[in-house]
């Protein structure tokens, strides 16, 4: 099936217009990369569309994606949303469980001569979005440019606590120890220059649901930076919670926003947190 758009519209809503699938049937298609908008898989609920694209929904058997979720995917990039407590990358005691590894699968079976390059990580504990270029060319641009191109990284984390201010701005120095443990500093020289913003979206007596944004990408930084605060994280034994009810680490990467390096087209990527998160905030 094949449609030619005529105003800009949101794919989701375009799709429901245009055929007479239930709403299911059509996030199935979505999820299972059945849908190509000029020639390239998105799987995008919120894909704007505009004049003139073309949009065809295909029976081509798709690669099994049991172990990951494609938030979007054309010829140089791979986006997903990574679980809570699967590592982005290979450790020494982990080589096979890994979002690397499911992703590495993926494309080569769509095509054996696939390649896939990491661009940056989240915590194993960490859920939300994480990117891949698919060629090495692409990889190095970003991530020589990383700073300078990347215009958003949103994060939304469930707190222990209240605040008495509603949002706010920390700037602090991290170094890490030996054991793997991140931590404040004074000495400039020693550590990083981590900077974090937040402002919370709702509380009750006992967590703060807070939307954050980072201007610096340290390991662990947005952990710690609540930590100083006196509201970890919910689930973040490593950083002092005293509260674990969903058994994960209440952190999800909900945004990033960069600038194409080359073309300079500007791309989003979005991912909603689960419901446990406004459960624990109701």
């Known amino acids: 099936m094949k449609f030619k758009v005529e105003q800009q519209i ?8 245009v055929t007479d699938y239930s709403k299911n049937k059509i996030k199935s298609l979505l999820k299972y990369q059945n849908v190509l908008v000029n020639g390239k898989i998105v799987t995008q609920y919120n894909y704007l569309l505009r004049k003139n694209d073309n949009v065809e929904i295909t029976k081509k058997r798709m690669p ?5 979720e494609v938030l979007y995917e054309d010829d140089e990039f791979l986006v997903i949303n990574k679980k809570a407590g699967l590592l982005t990358v290979a450790t020494n005691k ?5 979002l ?3 992703v590495y699968n993926y494309v080569k079976e769509v095509n054996k001569n696939n390649k896939i390059f990491i661009v940056h990580r989240l915590d194993k504990e960490t859920s939300g979005i994480v990117l891949f270029a698919k060629n090495e060319k692409i990889k190095q641009a970003l991530q020589d440019r990383w700073n300078e191109i990347v215009t958003l990284r949103e994060y939304q984390a469930v707190v222990e606590g209240v605040f008495l201010e509603k949002s706010g701005k920390i700037e602090m120095y991290l170094t890490e120890n030996k054991e793997g443990q991140v931590y404040k500093t004074k000495n400039q020289n020693l550590g990083k220059l981590a900077i974090t913003n937040y402002n919370v979206i709702k509380h009750n007596d006992k967590y703060s649901l807070v ?10 930084q947005i952990r710690v930076a609540m930590k100083e605060l006196g509201k970890p994280i919910v689930g973040d034994k490593k950083y002092k919670a005293k509260e674990d009810p969903c058994k994960r680490l209440m952190l999800h990467a909900t945004k990033l926003e960069f600038i194409h390096p080359i073309t300079k087209k500007k791309y989003k990527f979005t991912s909603n947190v689960s419901n446990s998160f406004n459960l624990l905030v109701k």
């Open 94 to 98: 982990e080589k096979v469980r890994t």
């Open 10 to 17: 949101e794919l989701f809503r375009y799709l429901n217009n």
């Open 211 to 220: 939307n954050i944004n980072i201007e610096t990408g340290r390991k662990n």
């Open 64 to 68: 099994n994606i049991k172990n990951i």
């Open 100 to 102: 690397f590894h499911y």
